[in-house]
C-alpha cells in the first residue's frame, strides 16, 4: 500500500511578474532579501512569465523556499471548445469582460471566477478564446466601441489581454496562510484571487506603480500604430477609446480589484500612495516601508581617495525603461570637458536583446566605445571603491536599491526626478535639520542636464565628498535593512495566527 505525500502548507506564498528568481537586481534583489531574512517561515513562491522567458536562475534560493509554481501568461488548459448552453456561459462573461475592460474591480472579478468555476476541467482556450461564441463576443465588442480602430489591433489586444487574465484565472493556486504580491498587474490579479477562492490575508508591496509603468511601455509601443480613423476634417475624435485606453483601463482594473482584496497596502515611500489612492486603495490599510540595504556591509567598500578619479556606472538592466540611451548622450557630452572620463553600466543585457544592439549603436556612432563599457551582470562589491559617481536615467522608478547601496559607500547619486529618488538624494522630512544634498536630481530624459550634473560634481571634489557623506549618513539613519526585516516579521505573524 503506497502512502501520499504529505503536502506542506506554506507560511506565506509571494506571487512575483516577471522578476525574481530569472532576472537580476531591482525587485528581485528585494525579495531575495526578503525571503532569506525570515527563515523561520515556510516560503512558496508563486512566479508568472512570458512565454519563452529565460528561465536560467540569477539567484540560488533559499532552504526555506519549500516550492516553486510557475505559471505562463497566455498558456492555458485547452478545455472543450463546446458546453452546454455555450450562448448563455458566453453572455455571462461578456458581461463581466466589459467591466473589467473599462472600469470594473473586484466584485467583477469575482463573479468571472464564480462562472469559471462552475466548469472547472471543461472550459478553457478552445471555449474562452477559440470557439464561435468567443469570436462572437469579440465583434460585438469591437463594434461597441472600437469600430473606428484597426480591428486586427483589437484582434490582438482582445487575446492578449484575455489570455493572460483566463492563465492567471484558471492556474494552479498553492495552499498558504498568507498570500503576498510584489506587484499589481496579473501577479495582483492572482493575489486577488487567492482572496476569493481561499479567504485567507493578503499582502501587496508595491515598488513602483505598476499602471504607471505599462503607461509608459504602452505609450511608448511601436506595435500599437494604429490611430482613430473617425476623422472630422482633421480632427480626431478624442472622446472615443482607442487600443492604448483598452490596454490601461484593463490593467487600472486589474488594481482596483487588487487593492480590494488586500489586508495591507504597502509602498516604500509617500508619493506612490497618491496613486494607489486614486486608483480606489483604500488608506486605513495603506502603510510604508522604505527600502533598506545592509550598511555595514557597503560602508566598508567607501574609498577614502575618491574624488581624484574620473569613473561614473549606471548600475541596472539595459532595458528601455532605465532610458540608457540618456546616459550614453551624456558621457559622450563629459568626454568633451573631461577627456578621461571612464564610464560603465553595469547590469545584464540579455532581457532586451534589441535594446541593447540599438544601445551600442548609438555609443559607437558618438565615439565612445572607449570611454563606456557594458559590463553585464558584475559583483557590486568589486565596484564600489571604483565609483565617483551612481547615475540613474530612468524614466520611472520606486525606491531603487542601487542609490541606498551606493550612498552606502559614500557615492553620490545623479538621478531623474523618479519615484522616491529626490527624497533619498535630497532628504525629506525626516531630517531636522536637514544633511545636505547626496547628489543632484535632473529632469527626465534630459543627456545635457546630466552631463552637467557629472561635470559639476567631478570638477569640484570637495562638493563630490561632501555629497557622498551626507547620502551616506542618510542610508545609516533611516534606510537600515534591519528595520524592514523586522517590520515583515510583525506583519507576517500578525496574519498568519489568523
Not at 540569477?58 to 471548445?81: A, C, D, H, R, W
Not at 477559440?130 to 460585438?140: I, T
Not at 494552479?172 to 490575508?201: D, M, N, Q
Not at 561632501?466 to 506583519?491: F, I, P, T
Request: aromatic share 8%; glycine share 8%; net charge negative.
Amino acid at each position: 500500500m503506497f502512502s501520499r505525500k504529505k503536502v506542506v502548507v506554506a507560511d506565506v506564498c509571494i506571487i512575483v511578474e516577471g522578476s525574481y528568481p530569472y532576472v537580476a537586481g531591482g525587485v528581485s534583489s528585494w525579495v531575495h532579501e526578503l525571503i532569506e531574512s525570515q527563515p523561520n517561515l515556510k516560503i512558496h513562491l508563486l512566479i508568472l512569465l512570458a512565454q519563452n522567458s529565460d528561465r536560467k536562475l540569477k539567484y540560488t534560493l533559499p532552504p526555506n523556499v519549500i516550492g516553486t509554481t510557475e505559471i505562463i501568461l497566455q498558456s492555458l488548459p485547452s478545455g472543450k471548445k463546446r458546453l452546454p448552453n455555450s450562448a448563455l456561459i458566453a453572455q455571462q462573461i461578456e458581461l463581466t469582460l466589459n467591466n473589467l475592460m473599462h472600469s470594473g474591480g473586484f466584485e467583477d472579478l469575482k463573479e468571472l471566477i464564480n462562472i469559471l468555476s462552475k466548469y472547472k476541467g471543461k472550459i478553457g482556450q478552445e471555449f474562452l478564446i477559440n470557439s464561435p461564441e468567443a469570436w462572437k463576443m469579440l465583434l460585438r465588442m469591437y463594434n461597441r466601441e472600437f469600430s473606428h480602430c484597426s480591428f486586427l489591433d483589437y484582434f490582438w489586444t482582445w487575446r492578449g489581454l484575455l489570455g493572460g487574465m483566463y492563465s492567471v484565472l484558471q492556474g494552479e493556486l498553492p495552499e498558504a496562510k498568507v498570500y503576498h504580491s510584489v506587484s499589481t498587474g496579473y501577479a495582483g490579479l492572482y493575489l486577488a484571487r487567492a482572496k476569493i477562492e481561499t479567504g485567507r490575508p493578503a499582502i501587496l508591496t508595491e515598488h513602483g506603480i505598476y499602471t504607471n509603468e505599462r503607461h509608459i511601455e504602452i505609450a511608448m509601443a511601436d506595435w500599437l500604430h494604429e490611430e482613430d480613423r473617425s476623422l472630422e476634417g482633421m480632427a480626431v475624435d478624442s472622446s472615443k477609446r482607442n487600443i492604448r485606453h483598452l490596454w490601461m483601463q484593463s490593467f487600472q482594473s486589474y488594481s482596483r480589484a487588487c487593492y480590494s482584496a488586500c489586508d495591507r497596502i504597502i509602498t516604500l515611500f509617500g508619493g506612490n500612495q497618491k496613486f494607489q489612492l486614486h486608483d480606489g486603495a483604500q488608506r486605513s490599510l495603506m502603510e510604508i516601508i522604505p527600502n533598506g540595504v545592509d550598511y555595514e556591509r557597503y560602508e566598508t567598500l567607501q574609498n577614502e581617495q575618491r574624488g581624484n578619479s574620473f569613473v561614473v556606472a549606471l548600475i541596472g538592466r539595459v532595458v528601455p525603461i532605465k532610458d540608457i540611451k540618456t546616459y550614453i548622450r551624456a558621457i559622450a557630452r563629459v568626454k568633451e570637458v573631461i577627456p578621461e572620463i571612464r564610464a560603465y553600466v553595469l547590469g545584464p543585457f540579455d532581457e532586451d536583446p534589441e535594446y541593447y544592439c540599438e544601445c551600442i549603436q548609438l555609443t559607437n556612432h558618438l565615439g565612445i566605445q572607449e570611454e563606456l563599457n557594458f559590463t553585464g551582470r558584475v559583483d557590486l562589491t568589486q565596484w564600489m571603491e571604483r565609483i565617483d559617481i551612481n547615475v540613474l536615467t530612468s524614466i520611472s522608478e520606486g525606491q531603487p536599491l542601487v542609490i541606498l547601496e551606493a550612498g552606502a559607500a559614500g557615492i553620490p547619486t545623479i538621478s531623474t526626478d523618479v519615484g522616491a529618488c529626490r527624497e533619498m538624494i535630497e532628504g525629506d522630512s525626516r531630517e531636522t535639520p536637514s544633511l545636505g544634498h547626496g547628489g543632484i536630481v535632473v529632469p527626465l530624459s534630459s543627456p545635457l542636464a546630466t552631463a552637467d550634473a557629472i561635470i559639476q560634481l567631478l570638477s569640484d571634489p570637495k562638493l563630490l565628498r561632501s555629497a557622498g557623506k551626507n547620502l551616506q549618513e542618510r542610508v545609516r539613519r533611516y534606510y537600515n535593512k534591519d528595520d524592514l526585516q523586522e517590520k515583515y516579521q510583525s506583519l507576517y505573524n500578525q496574519y498568519i495566527d489568523q
